[in-house]
């Protein structure tokens, strides 16, 4: 179940936070540097302990906090980011079922997906979300951002 993230939480989402970007981000990126020594998961709960940090922070837990999402409104839309499902329980649904409850609670939903992470925009494409033919670097770095939208008929 998708429930409001709270101080309890913090070591889980960092975990999630952490793992996921190490095992989704580092064969795009190639940087080990970053991936092992400036993502580090006590600095991760360091930043969650801060006020308001976990506002708009989401876990799903079925008795385990599998993933996480920020969910935001941006007027009449809500924006998804930060949406992160742990490697090993991939593959079983959770991911569709986050992004069903978003949808369900939403007019028009859109997010930013990283013009390699093929995978992601599969998923997302799947689920309805079509390319808006926005993008912006991604901090210099050659990479892209993309921006899908989906939009309730």
């Known amino acids: 179940m998708l429930r409001k993230a709270g101080n309890r939480d913090i070591s889980r989402i960092a975990e999630i936070l952490i793992f996921t970007k190490r095992t989704t981000y580092r064969p795009i990126f190639k940087n080990a540097n970053v991936s092992f020594n400036e993502m580090q998961v006590l600095k991760e709960i360091e930043k969650l302990s ?20 920020k969910i935001e409104d941006v007027g009449e839309k809500t924006k998804v980011s930060e949406f992160f499902v742990d490697p090993f329980f991939q593959g079983e649904g959770i991911g569709t079922k986050i992004l069903n409850t978003v949808i369900e609670k939403s007019q028009e939903v859109f997010l930013y997906v990283l013009d390699k992470n093929e995978k992601a925009i599969r998923f997302y494409v799947k689920m309805g979300f079509k390319y808006t033919g926005e993008k912006e670097e991604f901090l210099n770095s050659g990479f892209y ?6 939009v309730k008929s």
């Open 50 to 69: 801060q006020p308001s940090a976990l506002d708009n922070i989401y876990v799903y837990d079925d008795g385990i906090v599998k993933a996480m999402v």
């Open 145 to 150: 951002m993309l921006k899908y939208f989906f």
